[in-house]
């Protein structure tokens, strides 16, 4: 299988946005300084850092929750000031309604954007079919296991054939057996919707092992200190991955960015 | 921070499959006929002493009358005891419709604006700390021995919960879910209907029955300082003609309209909240 053309990706530039908070203590804190970045249309970009890199506001600027300090975002043409309706975004926690069945959860993004529900219905069993839920539409979410949970919020935020898929550590809360499965099943998604990905992670190898791009960031000022191109086969596999020349040399070029950074330790000490 | 979410979202299905296991189990292990009906059986064995000792002991009925007498009173005096709790059951209905009427847009005044939450709900949880129904004297030396009191004591007690419960509901939304849905590019408007309101309400029904069974004591307590009408009129009533009989039918019809008030609110509940909230 090769990688997808991008057929149906949107293109993100980035161009010198700077984002500043200001602490309670009234300090200014460059969460992002002077990002440039341009992503192709259809890859599959990850960005690793530790907490407090800017990974997570990158993520938000474009999801349009927060406001640049400095600069320009654009996804295709149109300059983000707002949410963008050809975005879907995919937390952390999957945050779903309890009090919503399956199926009405994956259609709350219709529902808010005033859609006909009936032209969505068909899409989103199919997409719960293809994460393995079929048969669960009517189920609520205490129902499900945490790894399901998420898929459904993976669907939500594909129903409406989003260009650019914004992932915020999707799979950070899940134990590590479920997220392999899910590491696997959002590559085959991917490899056959094509859209844009932006995956936020602090996990190095899970960010080799998905992406065409790994952006390797560091905090205070929130830099982007290495761009690094991943060009393995796919698909992937997370238990044959390390035996793939290539591999191990990508995980230790992000690795000696952090040391030299100081925020892993290249040795033991004494 | 991270961790709690992870362990919270983690630990849920879990418990929950387990809880619909543990009820499927407890289905199965056949209970015998006095498990089940366990509550019945006390409450008709403690009935049943009662009966008994007032028949042994021949004690007055002035002091203590039997069960039975009490069930045959509540027939006799069946029309005498509903003109009554027609006219408690209207105060407690309006001071409660009332104060939800009153008591939900306070509390969306004080979770969409700051300067209303800082002006109001400290006054509020000081206001919470009088017991109202030492109020009672002043309501009637204000409003007389009519209606007015009594819904008033019924609003004024109720009032409080239902405010705090929907306030804190509304203020204990998880705020990855508002930025979800701000992600789908909504509206204030449809976040609240969405997700502030059905997130917020198995609190608002906290509050709703916190405030039924108060409003309850309160038209019962306008009735008892100064009234010409009601159950609690009746009881005093009852007592100053040492018809200890009709006291405690009177008790027995005021248990139940309390209970079926709260019954309704619960079927209410069951309709409009999701179960699953319920369950936990």
């Known amino acids: ?270 | 921070m991270k961790y709690a979410a992870t362990t919270a979202n983690g630990t849920k299905p879990g418990t929950a499959m387990n809880t619909v296991k543990a009820g499927k189990a407890k289905k199965k292990r056949g209970e015998s006929l006095v498990e089940r009906h366990a509550a019945l059986l006390l409450a008709v064995t403690i009935l049943l002493i009662w009966e008994g000792w007032v028949r042994y002991s021949g004690i007055s009925p002035f002091v203590l009358p039997s069960p039975l007498n009490i069930i045959r009173r509540i027939f006799t005096d069946f029309p005498l005891l509903m003109s009554h709790l027609s006219v408690t059951l209207l105060e407690v209905l309006s001071g409660y419709g009332l104060a939800i009427m009153l008591g939900i847009p306070t509390a969306l005044l004080i979770f969409y604006s700051r300067a209303c939450e800082r002006a109001i709900f400290p006054l509020l949880m000081g206001i919470q700390t009088i017991p109202k129904v030492a109020l009672a004297p002043l309501l009637v030396l204000y409003l007389g021995y009519g209606w007015a009191p009594k819904i008033t004591l019924a609003f004024l007690i109720s009032f409080f919960p239902i405010v705090v419960a929907t306030t804190v509901g509304l203020q204990s939304l998880d705020k990855g879910l508002v930025n979800l849905v701000r992600s789908m590019g909504a509206s204030e408007a449809q976040t609240f209907f969405k997700i502030r309101l059905p997130a917020a309400l198995p609190n608002i029904f906290g509050g709703l029955k916190v405030g039924m069974s108060l409003a309850v004591i309160g038209a019962i307590i306008g009735e008892y300082v100064a009234a010409e009408r009601g159950l609690g009129w009746l009881q005093m009533m009852a007592n100053s003609r040492f018809d200890t009989t009709l006291n405690f039918a009177t008790v027995v019809t005021i248990a139940g309209m309390g209970i079926t008030l709260f019954f309704i609110l619960g079927q209410i509940e069951k309709r409009v909240v999701h179960q699953r909230e319920l369950a936990k």
Not at chain 1, 138 to 154: D, F, H, N
Request: proline fraction near 6%.
């Open chain 1, 1 to 270: 299988m090769k990688a997808p053309s991008g057929k149906g990706g949107a293109a993100v530039s980035i161009e010198d946005v700077t984002k500043v908070y200001e602490t309670a203590s009234g300090e200014d804190v460059h969460a992002l300084d002077r990002i440039n970045l341009r992503i192709e249309p259809g890859s599959f970009v990850a960005c690793v850092g530790p907490s407090g890199c800017g990974k997570s506001t990158l993520l938000s600027l474009l999801a349009g929750l927060t406001e640049a300090t400095e600069g320009t975002l654009r996804i295709d043409d149109s300059t983000v000031t707002k949410p963008h309706p050809k975005v879907g975004v995919v937390f952390q926690q999957d945050l779903l309604l309890y009090w919503r069945t399956i199926l009405d959860n994956v259609l709350l993004p219709v529902e808010i954007k005033r859609l006909p529900r009936q032209g969505y219905v068909s899409r989103a069993m199919a997409l719960l079919d293809q994460v393995g839920l079929a048969g669960f539409e009517t189920k609520y979410p205490p129902e499900l296991s945490g790894g399901m949970r998420q898929r459904v919020a993976i669907c939500r935020a594909l129903i409406q054939e989003p260009g650019l898929l914004l992932m915020d550590e999707p799979f950070g809360a899940l134990d590590a057996l479920t997220r392999e499965q899910m590491l696997m099943d959002l590559q085959a998604m991917w490899m056959r919707l094509g859209n844009t990905v932006l995956f936020i992670t602090h996990d190095i190898d899970e960010a080799v092992l998905l992406a065409d791009r790994v952006l390797v960031m560091s905090p205070r000022p929130g830099r982007i200190d290495l761009d690094l191109s991943i060009d393995l086969p796919r698909p992937r596999h997370p238990g044959e991955v390390h035996d793939v020349p290539g591999f191990a040399e990508s995980i230790r070029e992000i690795r000696q960015v952090f040391e030299a950074k100081g925020i892993l330790r290249a040795r033991f000490e004494e």
